[in-house]
C-alpha cells in the first residue's frame, strides 16, 4: 500500500459485500472473478491458470525473467478477443521515460491527477522502468461490455498522456508484467503496491469519462455518475468500437502495410477515434500512434501538415455527424444532399481498403454477408455446445453404437428363441415391430 493516497471518491462510496482487495491476485481472483482461465506469456509460450491455479501462478512467476498475466481471462488455452469470457481489470501502461520522467516523478504526477479528481485512484500499481495501472472490476464484467472498458480506457489514456500513456496498449487480449516477476529490460523486480484497495463498478470509472452523450466536454472534473443514455447510444459506441478493433486488425494482418490506402485509412481511423475522444488533439495524439504502425511503398512520405489536415478533416466530419444524430434522437437519417459525412458503410469499407474474404474471416465486423453467415453459424454453434447440444457427428456416432448394442442383442435373443415373432421380440427390446423389422435386416 506504499505510496497510494487512500482516497476514497465521492463517486465510490463503499457498498455492502464490496470486493476488497488484500493483494495483487485479488486483482484477478476473487469473488465472481472464477469464470475462464488468465493467461501468463512470455510471447514464445502461455499457460492458462484457473481459480484453483493460484499458488502455482504465482511460484511460476516469481522471480522470472519476462513474465506478463493477461488483465482478463479467456478459454482455456486461448487469449483472443473472441474467447474472452470476463473482463476483469482495466490497464494502463504509462511509459513516463519517454517523457523525461524518472518513476518517482511519474508518481507525482499522477497523484496530482487523483487529488483533482480527473482520475480515480488505481487499485494497484506496478514500478519496474515504466509505471503499470490497474483499475479492477467489483465481480468482473460480462464480455458484452466490452465497448464501455474500452472507451474508458482511451478516456483514461488520452487524461494520461502527458506522463507517457502508450495509445496502442488498449486491446482486451493485451498482457502487463507479472508483479514480482523481473523485468528483463533492466533486471528489476515489478514492484506492486495496492493504493485502493475497493474495487470499482464500471458506472463508477465511466464517471471520470466524458458523457456518452457529448461530443466535446471541456470539464476537467469528474462527470455525474448517473447519467441515462438511449439503448440506441450504447449500440452506436458498441458498434464504433467494434470497428476500431478490425481496423487494428487490419493493420496487424496486413504488417502495416497501407499501399495506395494511407491516407484513406488514416482519415476513415481517425473518424471512429473522434468519437471517443475528448477533443482535436487527443485525436492527433492517438492517430500519431497509429501512423506509426503503419506505412505505403507507394505513397510519398506524408507531411505533419498533411496528416493533421486529414486529422482534423475526419474530426470535423465525425464531429458533425454526432450532432446531426443527437439532433435525430439518436437516429442515422439518410438524406441525400445534405453534406453529413456519416460512416461508411460496411460494403463501402470493404471496397475502398480492399478487404479479402480471408481478412474478414478474421475481422469481427467490416464482413460482407457471406462472412457475416459464417460468423453467425459458428455463433449459434458455440452456443449449442455450450447448452449441452452435441454436434451432429457424435450424434451419429451414438446412434450407430446404439444400434450395433440392439442387434448384439437381438442375435442372442433369436438364438435363445429362434422361432420367437416380430412382436414378441419387440417386447423384448423393447421397441416398435418396425425396428424388429429394420434391425433383422442388418443382422
Given at each position: 500500500?506504499?505510496?497510494?493516497?487512500?482516497?476514497?471518491?465521492?463517486?465510490?462510496?463503499?457498498?455492502?459485500?464490496?470486493?476488497?482487495?488484500?493483494?495483487?491476485?485479488?486483482?484477478?481472483?476473487?469473488?465472481?472473478?472464477?469464470?475462464?482461465?488468465?493467461?501468463?506469456?512470455?510471447?514464445?509460450?502461455?499457460?492458462?491458470?484457473?481459480?484453483?491455479?493460484?499458488?502455482?501462478?504465482?511460484?511460476?512467476?516469481?522471480?522470472?525473467?519476462?513474465?506478463?498475466?493477461?488483465?482478463?481471462?479467456?478459454?482455456?488455452?486461448?487469449?483472443?478477443?473472441?474467447?474472452?469470457?470476463?473482463?476483469?481489470?482495466?490497464?494502463?501502461?504509462?511509459?513516463?521515460y519517454k517523457q523525461g520522467l524518472s518513476i518517482e516523478q511519474g508518481l507525482d504526477e499522477l497523484q496530482v491527477l487523483i487529488l483533482e479528481k480527473i482520475?480515480?485512484?488505481?487499485?494497484?500499481?506496478?514500478?519496474?522502468?515504466?509505471?503499470?495501472?490497474?483499475?479492477?472490476?467489483?465481480?468482473?464484467?460480462?464480455?458484452?461490455?466490452?465497448?464501455?472498458?474500452?472507451?474508458?480506457?482511451?478516456?483514461?489514456?488520452?487524461?494520461?498522456?502527458?506522463?507517457?500513456?502508450?495509445?496502442?496498449?488498449?486491446?482486451?487480449?493485451?498482457?502487463?508484467?507479472?508483479?514480482?516477476?523481473?523485468?528483463?529490460?533492466?533486471?528489476?523486480?515489478?514492484?506492486?503496491?495496492?493504493?485502493?484497495?475497493?474495487?470499482?463498478?464500471?458506472?463508477?470509472?465511466?464517471?471520470?469519462?466524458?458523457?456518452?452523450?457529448?461530443?466535446?466536454?471541456?470539464?476537467?472534473?469528474?462527470?455525474?455518475?448517473?447519467?441515462?443514455?438511449?439503448?440506441?447510444?450504447?449500440?452506436?459506441?458498441?458498434?464504433?468500437?467494434?470497428?476500431?478493433?478490425?481496423?487494428?486488425?487490419?493493420?496487424?494482418?496486413?504488417?502495416?502495410?497501407?499501399?495506395?490506402?494511407?491516407?484513406?485509412?488514416?482519415?476513415?481511423?481517425?473518424?471512429?477515434?473522434?468519437?471517443?475522444?475528448?477533443?482535436?488533439?487527443?485525436?492527433?495524439?492517438?492517430?500519431?500512434?497509429?501512423?506509426?504502425?503503419?506505412?505505403?511503398?507507394?505513397?510519398?512520405?506524408?507531411?505533419?501538415?498533411?496528416?493533421?489536415?486529414?486529422?482534423?478533416?475526419?474530426?470535423?466530419?465525425?464531429?458533425?455527424?454526432?450532432?446531426?444524430?443527437?439532433?435525430?434522437?439518436?437516429?442515422?437519417?439518410?438524406?441525400?444532399?445534405?453534406?453529413?459525412?456519416?460512416?461508411?458503410?460496411?460494403?463501402?469499407?470493404?471496397?475502398?481498403?480492399?478487404?479479402?474474404?480471408?481478412?474478414?474471416?478474421?475481422?469481427?465486423?467490416?464482413?460482407?454477408?457471406?462472412?457475416?453467415?459464417?460468423?453467425?453459424?459458428?455463433?449459434?454453434?458455440?452456443?449449442?455446445?455450450?447448452?449441452?447440444?452435441?454436434?451432429?457427428?457424435?450424434?451419429?456416432?451414438?446412434?450407430?453404437?446404439?444400434?450395433?448394442?440392439?442387434?448384439?442383442?437381438?442375435?442372442?435373443?433369436?438364438?435363445?428363441?429362434?422361432?420367437?415373432?416380430?412382436?414378441?421380440?419387440?417386447?423384448?427390446?423393447?421397441?416398435?415391430?418396425?425396428?424388429?423389422?429394420?434391425?433383422?435386416?442388418?443382422?
Amino acid at each position: 500500500m506504499k505510496g497510494g493516497l487512500f482516497l476514497v471518491s465521492e463517486v465510490q462510496k463503499i457498498r455492502p459485500q464490496q470486493e476488497v482487495l488484500t493483494d495483487w491476485i485479488s486483482c484477478w481472483f476473487g469473488r465472481n472473478k472464477t469464470t475462464g482461465y488468465v493467461t501468463i506469456t512470455d510471447f514464445n509460450f502461455q499457460k492458462s491458470y484457473g481459480l484453483k491455479d493460484i499458488n502455482a501462478l504465482i511460484r511460476d512467476t516469481s522471480g522470472v525473467e519476462k513474465r506478463f498475466i493477461s488483465l482478463n481471462s479467456f478459454t482455456f488455452g486461448e487469449r483472443q478477443t473472441r474467447e474472452l469470457k470476463q473482463i476483469r481489470n482495466i490497464g494502463i501502461d504509462l511509459d513516463q521515460y519517454k517523457q523525461g520522467l524518472s518513476i518517482e516523478q511519474g508518481l507525482d504526477e499522477l497523484q496530482v491527477l487523483i487529488l483533482e479528481k480527473i482520475i480515480p485512484e488505481p487499485n494497484l500499481v506496478l514500478t519496474s522502468r515504466g509505471i503499470q495501472l490497474f483499475y479492477t472490476i467489483d465481480g468482473g464484467a460480462a464480455p458484452n461490455m466490452a465497448w464501455l472498458t474500452s472507451y474508458i480506457t482511451e478516456q483514461y489514456i488520452s487524461k494520461m498522456r502527458h506522463i507517457g500513456a502508450d495509445s496502442n496498449a488498449k486491446d482486451l487480449s493485451r498482457v502487463m508484467r507479472v508483479p514480482n516477476s523481473i523485468n528483463e529490460r533492466n533486471g528489476k523486480i515489478v514492484k506492486s503496491d495496492i493504493w485502493n484497495p475497493y474495487s470499482y463498478t464500471l458506472q463508477e470509472l465511466q464517471a471520470y469519462c466524458k458523457p456518452l452523450d457529448r461530443f466535446n466536454y471541456k470539464g476537467k472534473k469528474k462527470a455525474e455518475i448517473k447519467r441515462i443514455v438511449p439503448a440506441s447510444l450504447s449500440l452506436f459506441y458498441k458498434t464504433n468500437n467494434a470497428r476500431l478493433v478490425d481496423l487494428d486488425k487490419l493493420i496487424h494482418l496486413r504488417n502495416g502495410n497501407l499501399s495506395h490506402k494511407r491516407n484513406t485509412f488514416l482519415y476513415i481511423y481517425a473518424y471512429h477515434q473522434s468519437l471517443i475522444c475528448n477533443s482535436l488533439s487527443d485525436t492527433e495524439g492517438f492517430m500519431l500512434n497509429v501512423l506509426e504502425r503503419i506505412h505505403s511503398e507507394v505513397d510519398k512520405p506524408i507531411s505533419k501538415a498533411e496528416f493533421r489536415r486529414t486529422v482534423k478533416s475526419a474530426y470535423e466530419d465525425a464531429k458533425e455527424f454526432f450532432k446531426h444524430y443527437q439532433d435525430n434522437g439518436y437516429k442515422v437519417i439518410a438524406r441525400q444532399n445534405d453534406g453529413i459525412k456519416k460512416p461508411y458503410k460496411t460494403t463501402n469499407l470493404i471496397e475502398i481498403l480492399e478487404i479479402t474474404t480471408e481478412e474478414q474471416r478474421l475481422l469481427k465486423r467490416i464482413v460482407g454477408e457471406q462472412i457475416s453467415k459464417e460468423h453467425d453459424a459458428t455463433r449459434k454453434r458455440k452456443e449449442r455446445r455450450a447448452a449441452g447440444v452435441k454436434p451432429q457427428y457424435e450424434h451419429l456416432k451414438q446412434r450407430k453404437t446404439e444400434q450395433a448394442q440392439k442387434i448384439e442383442k437381438l442375435r442372442k435373443i433369436k438364438s435363445k428363441k429362434p422361432g420367437a415373432t416380430n412382436v414378441e421380440l419387440a417386447k423384448e427390446l423393447n421397441v416398435s415391430t418396425k425396428t424388429i423389422q429394420r434391425l433383422s435386416k442388418l443382422l
